[in-house]
């Protein structure tokens, strides 16, 4: 007997900081809708298995239906920002999360409520301020990766995964920061595996 429903153990709650993506040498688009704010952006709510592995792409019949976000949508706009290019709108980035992972966890959240479960937790959880407080601002200063580890972890009250990326100059930057959550989206819990982060062990935090 084929087993095809895909079980996972926890979500990835991933932010990325625009100014990361875009000072990249790929450089970005702003969406339709303008620059976004200088704050992290969602990038995906992730599941995943204890061991570092992933489920991906677990329902090719369930379509990405922009329909059932339309109470959510300046939200989404807002808070879950698309910054490749061409320019968009967004519909492309959230149908490609949606179809890639967020139908690993249908068995737990239905599509209204995985983008619903995203953008509570990013509420829950303001990172920006949580940095600021800590005197870590995005102002192309280099800030030790402890001190930003150390920052959200005594916020929140768990340790967060930093992963990132290189600036067209090469320098170590704060790409996208990984909180993990528990199966139901909703609560932030200790990470049973942290993702590779790359980072050196001084990173810039770049002006967006
Ligand atoms: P990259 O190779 O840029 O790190 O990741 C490419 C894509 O693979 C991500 O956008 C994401 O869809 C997926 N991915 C990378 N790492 C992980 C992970 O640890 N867990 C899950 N669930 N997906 C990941
Ligand atoms: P890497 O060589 O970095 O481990 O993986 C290369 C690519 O394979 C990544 O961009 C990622 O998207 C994908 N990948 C790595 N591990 C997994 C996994 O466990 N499940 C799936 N679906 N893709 C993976
Ligand atoms: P992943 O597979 O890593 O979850 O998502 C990355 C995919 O989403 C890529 O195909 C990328 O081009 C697209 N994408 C669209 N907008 C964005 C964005 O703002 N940030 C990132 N990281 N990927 C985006």
Avoid at 21 to 27: A, I, L, N, R, V
Avoid at 31 to 54: C, E, V
Avoid at 166 to 195: N, R, W
């Amino acid at each position: 007997v084929l087993c095809i429903s895909q079980d996972f153990d926890f979500f990835y709650f991933v932010q990325q900081w625009p100014g990361a993506y875009c000072d990249t040498k790929h450089t970005c688009c702003y969406p339709k809708t303008g620059k976004p704010a200088a704050d992290f952006g969602i990038h995906g709510l992730w599941p995943n298995y204890k061991d570092g592995s992933y489920p991906s792409n677990c329902d090719p019949d369930s379509v990405f239906d922009k329909s059932q976000l339309s109470e959510i949508m300046s939200s989404l706009q807002k808070d879950w920002p698309s910054l490749s290019c061409p320019s968009s709108n967004g519909n492309r980035f959230w149908s490609h999360e949606w179809e890639k992972h967020g139908t690993c966890s249908e068995s737990e959240l239905d599509q209204r409520e995985y983008f619903e479960a995203a953008l509570k937790l990013k509420e829950k959880v303001n990172l920006l301020q949580i940095l600021k407080k800590a005197e870590i601002v995005p102002d192309d200063g280099f800030y030790s990766l402890d001190s930003v580890v150390e920052a959200i972890k005594e916020a929140v009250g768990f340790t967060p995964g930093i992963e990132c990326n290189k600036d067209s100059a090469g320098h170590s930057q704060i790409y996208q920061i990984f909180l993990c959550v528990d199966t139901s989206g909703s609560e932030i819990i200790e990470c049973p595996v942290l993702p590779k982060g790359r980072c050196a062990s001084n990173v810039q935090f770049a002006k967006f």
